[in-house]
């Protein structure tokens, strides 16, 4: 049987805005950063959420806390609990979920799952359960519209794929990593598997991992679409790796990977390469914290070549900088092309003027009117779009374009909204 790639999951719960270890348990799991930072550090694959909040407030107060989960992740959250209307879905969503959770017993599921799957793909949605025949008797109304089951009874394990063809994450007491290995065998549709060792120990998790693909079980972070030996490498027997951040496109280094290094970055996520003086492997960022987790890897045409798009943290550069390339050799003037850092840094001169005043800046003239002076002259340029929309003159609508992203930056200064939750909100769309 050919077995695909298994996740290991962190499951853990909210309660008033704060990590809790357990349903019943509700003793804080102390600093929020670090405590998502040690999940993907050491190999979680994604992490679930369970609002336990009983009332409107404390539901707001867990969504607050949602969104700076999302924001400190590097690995996919689900989130589910208190999903009682199609707004709790639209919210969690839209604060950087990947899937909600809905719950099997609640009477509404059937309609939220169903109007859910149409205005968000069912890609979005998952569906916790605990009694078989509680989800059996809602099978034809949900089944078509939800792409995966939390099973929160480990009695179920090895036996859904009798009941439905829909991948499953189960959760598990404490386990050995034999009877993990042997629960995950037992049924191909079983996608991942969490045991509550693993929001305490996390540290476990790339040891079991390890363990698992020993025994056969596949539980990569990372799947490549290609095997090691179709590589062309170096004299060394490494191949050259090209690091880039994935939002910018910067380059931040060249690095090299032995086959070891390669593999140990599928299965835990995080860049690792072979040092050539030292000898040895080395997780970027073990040491500095300043780690880079793995968004694409792309061979070259030849098969020589790496290309790795990741999530840097803090400095890319052991001196310090972003990137290691910081050295000018030739520069030959040039207007910068990349749209993004062309709005960045006009909206960071924007903020700075926000932040530091300068006497006849006509930028300060709108902070010191406003929020109504801003927003009179965001209706006056929209207003000026339509009517140069209107005329036959390409080049009088990309001059009011220009100018109304002007006074829309401006106003997200004033707001606080930088370009990076702007443009997360929108791959969120």
Excluded at 356 to 361: A, I, L
Excluded at 375 to 391: M, Q
Aim: proline letters at 2%; hydrophobic letters at 35%.
């Amino acid at each position: 049987m050919k077995y695909t790639p298994k996740d290991i999951t962190a499951i853990v719960f909210l309660k008033d805005g704060m990590l809790v270890k357990g349903f019943r348990d509700h003793t804080p799991m102390g600093d929020l950063e670090a405590t998502i930072r040690s999940f993907h550090d050491n190999g979680l694959d994604k992490i679930i959420l369970f609002d336990l909040s009983d009332n409107d407030v404390e539901h707001e107060k867990n969504l607050h806390t949602i969104k700076q989960v999302t924001g400190i992740s590097e690995i996919p959250v689900y989130v589910g609990g208190n999903i009682n209307y199609h707004e709790d879905v639209k919210k969690v969503l839209y604060a950087g979920c990947k899937k909600v959770i809905l719950n099997a017993l609640k009477p509404k599921t059937r309609e939220l799952a169903r109007d859910g799957a149409q205005r968000f793909g069912k890609d979005r949605l998952a569906l916790s359960i605990f009694n078989v025949d509680v989800f059996f008797k809602q099978k034809d109304d949900v089944e078509h519209h939800i792409s995966e089951l939390i099973v929160l009874n480990e009695k179920l394990a090895g036996t859904m794929s009798n009941v439905t063809d829909i991948p499953y994450t189960i959760l598990m007491e404490n386990m050995t990593p034999e009877k993990i290995c042997k629960t995950l065998k037992s049924d191909e549709n079983i996608q991942g598997i969490s045991c509550l060792s693993f929001v305490e120990e996390p540290e476990k998790v790339i040891e079991l991992k390890k363990y698992l693909k020993s025994q056969g079980v596949c539980a990569d972070h990372l799947t490549s679409s290609m095997d090691w030996s179709s590589f062309k490498l170096n004299s060394d027997g490494l191949i050259p790796v090209i690091v880039q951040d994935y939002k910018t496109n910067e380059v931040l280094m060249l690095a090299y990977m032995n086959e070891e290094a390669y593999h140990t970055t599928l299965a835990v996520g995080k860049m690792t390469y072979y040092s050539r003086s030292r000898q040895e492997l080395w997780i970027k960022g073990l040491t500095s914290g300043h780690f880079q987790y793995v968004k694409s890897l792309t061979i070259d045409c030849d098969n020589d070549t790496i290309l790795a798009k990741v999530s840097q943290v803090g400095a890319a550069c052991h001196t310090g900088s972003r990137s290691c390339f910081f050295t000018d050799l030739v520069q030959e003037d040039s207007m910068d092309r990349n749209l993004f850092e062309v709005l960045e840094r006009q909206y960071n001169v924007i903020k700075d003027r926000k932040e530091h005043p300068k006497k006849g800046s006509y930028t300060n003239y709108l902070f010191e009117k406003g929020i109504d002076k801003i927003l009179k002259k965001i209706g006056e340029e929209s207003t000026e779009i339509v009517i140069a929309s209107k005329n036959s003159e390409r080049e009088d609508v990309k001059y009011e374009i220009a100018d109304f992203l002007y006074y829309l930056m401006v106003l997200m200064a004033e707001k606080g909204i930088s370009m990076e939750e702007v443009l997360e909100e929108l791959v969120l769309r």
